[in-house]
């Protein structure tokens, strides 16, 4: 890992410390890293808050003139594609929920099969990484603005 998380508090700094190996594993295609990364992100507590700003950074990138239906159908399809070859348990529903979330049109209340936690840190690194493909930037700047993002919110509400 090239960033240093120092200046975080020990919950922060094991949601960036989890998700770093966890992207990096899946742009690698690292099953034996990938699980225990995963694992981590998902007992870090708030990872999926995170994971969810740094996805809606990347596809405000992506797409600035905003997102259809066909964009995300594309996202989603790609994203399958990509990683169904090395991940044959990867769920597009899933992904679709993740997708969703992190544009704020999810409502988990109207999902009659929710996917429980596990299954959404299985995911949401591969998301990421297919995104990040995109940029050919690295995700430590994504997960910087994501953390001042959830610290600019927590101090307004």
């Known amino acids: ?28 295609r690292d099953v ?3 699980e225990p990364a995963v694992e981590r992100l998902a007992a870090a507590d708030r990872a999926g808050l995170v994971l969810g700003g740094v996805v ?5 990138e992506g797409h600035p003139d905003g997102l259809d239906g066909d964009d995300v159908r594309q996202v989603l399809e790609r994203c399958v594609r990509s990683n169904a070859a090395w991940r044959p348990d990867v769920d597009p529903h899933v992904l ?20 429980a ?10 998301l990421v990484a297919d995104l ?5 930037r690295p995700l430590s700047g994504y997960l910087s603005a994501a953390f001042a993002e959830v610290a600019r919110t927590e101090l307004h509400d």
């Open 56 to 60: 809606r950074l990347l596809l405000e």
């Open 132 to 136: 990040l493909a995109a940029t050919g």
């Open 32 to 34: 034996e890293a990938y």
């Open 117 to 126: 936690p596990a299954a959404i840190a299985r995911h949401a690194p591969l």
């Open 96 to 115: 679709l929920v993740l997708l969703a979330g992190a544009l704020g049109v999810h409502d988990p209340g109207d999902d009659d099969a929710p996917p």
């Open 1 to 28: 890992m090239t960033t240093t998380w120092r200046h975080l508090p020990a919950p922060a700094r094991e949601i960036a410390q989890a998700a770093t190996e966890a992207v990096d594993a899946a742009q690698d």
